[in-house]
């Protein structure tokens, strides 16, 4: 199904009642559309992202934040509820279940992302539309189309918006997508898509990005809150309530964004999906360190496969202003340690690679590991910044106590829609972060029942799955 833009009214238009073009375009399109209308790419690859997601949320559960707030949330719930808290062994409402589980799918850095919108769609939208689907027993082929919309809207209003730079886009439109999501689970008509979408518009956080830089880890609730927001929209529209007539405009045009380009929320649309423009993450760190690290990872195989840190004299980085603004070479906890250029290749050289362990307590107190990170410098390129947002570059050079300097350059991250992971790559993720948490033969058939959701008739067999109590057991 293709929305036509042509010869018909600018997008930018406002309406007679003041509802802009765009809003119309998109009611009518998220309304009618069907499934069948997906291209096949987009089917293959939402199901990959559904997978990635379950990976991403079941390993972050274990976290002790995550297991304490399961434990006192689940204290405050008179009843046990129908949705899995993945990863814990337990359900929980729909509101709650959402919460925890987008909050558990960022807590280790390797939820999916697009690099076009700036954010992370995926993680705002699964865990929400996993709980609508729970409740009104969708099939498999429903829950693919809410997660496609979900993730295609929100994408679009991050890439029609420029946030404002003290802005973190975690919590933001992601709200808009969650939302979007469970209206198209409820079989809206475009009007109450339309009154969804402008309801969710005012229900984003003031999210700051200083959260990631000094590690504060309210910053990983920000997707959960995103996910029970958008679930609450749906509910607000249902019982009456009603938002602006120009919400996203508002919002994303003059509040916590400027700039809003109206006609990029429907350029294309039905045609380009963002969702197999998407990314995804190996490195457990922040996407703006992946070029350098990637980088490095080529430095390393130059030298035979590893690096002493006692041979390097001083690691330089040149690389775009995002990526340049990740310099603090002292984190303070994990968080922190992600969003740490210096400690990243600090960590990558000591502990073989960027895997979930290198940015553990155990990894940041490695006395080798701090001392390499004091000697890495960042500085941002203004050519390399211009290349955003299409690349994300990163030039590496390494410089050895012996006299030899070593370098390497990439343009684009490893995952990103011009270097992609195979799906098997996916796979392969996946299992890494399913397996410690439910054995081998338990993520396998996590694994088939992802890859067989476009024929399923009702959810909640993988959903059973879900519910799995981890291997090890799940206590505070």
């Known amino acids: 199904?293709?929305?036509?833009?042509?010869?018909?009214?600018?997008?930018?238009?406002?309406?007679?009642?003041?509802?802009?073009?765009?809003?119309?375009?998109?009611?009518?399109?998220?309304?009618?559309?069907?499934?069948?209308?997906?291209?096949?790419p987009v089917v293959a690859r939402?199901?990959?992202?559904?997978?990635?997601?379950?990976?991403?949320?079941?390993?972050?559960?274990?976290?002790?934040?995550?297991?304490?707030?399961?434990?006192?949330l689940g204290e405050r719930e008179r009843t046990e509820g129908q949705v899995p808290v993945i990863g814990a062994g337990r359900r929980m409402s729909a509101l709650l279940a959402s919460l925890l589980n987008g909050t558990a799918g960022t807590m280790l850095e390797l939820d999916e992302g697009n690099q076009y919108a700036r954010g992370h769609p995926g993680i705002h939208v699964v865990p929400a539309a996993l709980a609508a689907s729970e409740r009104l027993a969708r099939s498999g082929p429903d829950l693919?189309?809410?997660?496609?919309?979900?993730?295609?809207?929100?994408s679009r209003v991050g890439i029609a918006s420029k946030l404002r730079v003290t802005m973190?886009?975690?919590?933001?439109?992601?709200?808009?997508?969650?939302?979007?999501?469970?209206?198209?689970?409820e079989g809206a008509t475009p009007e109450k898509i339309i009154e969804t979408i402008n309801l969710a518009s005012s229900l984003g956080l003031s999210t700051s990005r200083r959260t990631m830089l000094e590690g504060g880890t309210v910053r990983n609730?920000?997707?959960?809150?995103?996910?029970?927001?958008?679930?609450?929209?749906?509910?607000?529209?249902?019982?009456?309530?009603?938002?602006?007539t120009d919400g996203v405009g508002t919002v994303y045009g003059t509040v916590i964004a400027e700039?809003?380009?109206?006609d990029e929320m429907v350029r294309e649309l039905g045609e380009r999906w963002e969702i197999v423009r998407n990314y995804f993450k190996r490195h457990a760190a922040c996407r703006y360190t992946h070029g350098a690290l990637d980088a490095l990872g080529e430095i390393t195989r130059q030298l035979g496969g590893s690096i002493d840190p006692a041979s390097i004299e001083a690691i330089e980085v040149d690389t775009y202003v995002w990526a340049a603004q990740l310099d603090s070479a002292e984190p303070k906890n994990m968080l922190a340690a992600k969003f740490s250029l210096p400690f990243?290749?600090?960590?990558?050289?000591?502990?073989?690679?960027?895997?979930?362990?290198?940015?553990?307590?155990?990894?940041?107190?490695?006395?080798?590991?701090?001392?390499?990170?004091?000697?890495?410098?960042?500085?941002?390129?203004?050519?390399?910044?211009?290349?955003?947002?299409?690349?994300r570059p990163a030039r590496v050079r390494v410089r050895l106590r012996d006299g030899r300097q070593l370098a390497a350059e990439v343009l684009t991250n490893k995952g990103?829609?011009?270097?992609?992971?195979?799906?098997?790559?996916?796979?392969?993720?996946?299992?890494?972060?399913?397996?410690?948490?439910?054995?081998?033969?338990?993520?396998?058939?996590?694994?088939?029942?992802?890859?067989?959701?476009?024929?399923?008739?009702?959810?909640?067999?993988?959903?059973?799955?879900?519910?799995?109590?981890?291997?090890h057991g799940f206590s505070q």
């Open 416 to 471: 990103d829609t011009e270097n992609p992971y195979s799906p098997e790559d996916v796979c392969a993720k996946f299992r890494e972060l399913a397996e410690p948490v439910w054995g081998g033969p338990h993520a396998e058939c996590i694994m088939a029942a992802v890859d067989a959701i476009d024929g399923a008739s009702d959810i909640r067999g993988l959903l059973d799955l879900l519910a799995r109590s981890p291997q």
């Open 344 to 391: 990243a290749l600090a960590t990558y050289i000591v502990n073989d690679g960027a895997s979930v362990p290198a940015f553990r307590e155990a990894a940041q107190a490695n006395a080798v590991a701090r001392d390499l990170a004091r000697r890495v410098s960042v500085r941002e390129d203004a050519a390399l910044t211009a290349m955003l947002p299409g690349l």
């Open 144 to 154: 693919i189309l809410a997660i496609a919309l979900g993730y295609e809207i929100g």
């Open 168 to 185: 973190h886009p975690h919590g933001t439109w992601g709200t808009i997508g969650a939302a979007l999501a469970a209206a198209r689970l």
């Open 221 to 244: 609730t920000y997707a959960g809150f995103s996910n029970q927001l958008g679930l609450v929209a749906w509910e607000l529209q249902a019982s009456g309530f009603i938002g602006e």
């Open 46 to 72: 939402t199901k990959l992202v559904i997978l990635d997601c379950i990976g991403a949320i079941a390993a972050g559960m274990q976290e002790p934040e995550m297991r304490g707030l399961v434990a006192r």
């Open 259 to 262: 700039n809003f380009q109206p």
């Open 1 to 40: 199904m293709t929305i036509v833009t042509q010869n018909v009214i600018p997008a930018s238009v406002l309406l007679q009642d003041g509802q802009p073009e765009w809003l119309r375009q998109w009611g009518g399109f998220a309304a009618r559309i069907e499934f069948s209308d997906l291209p096949e």
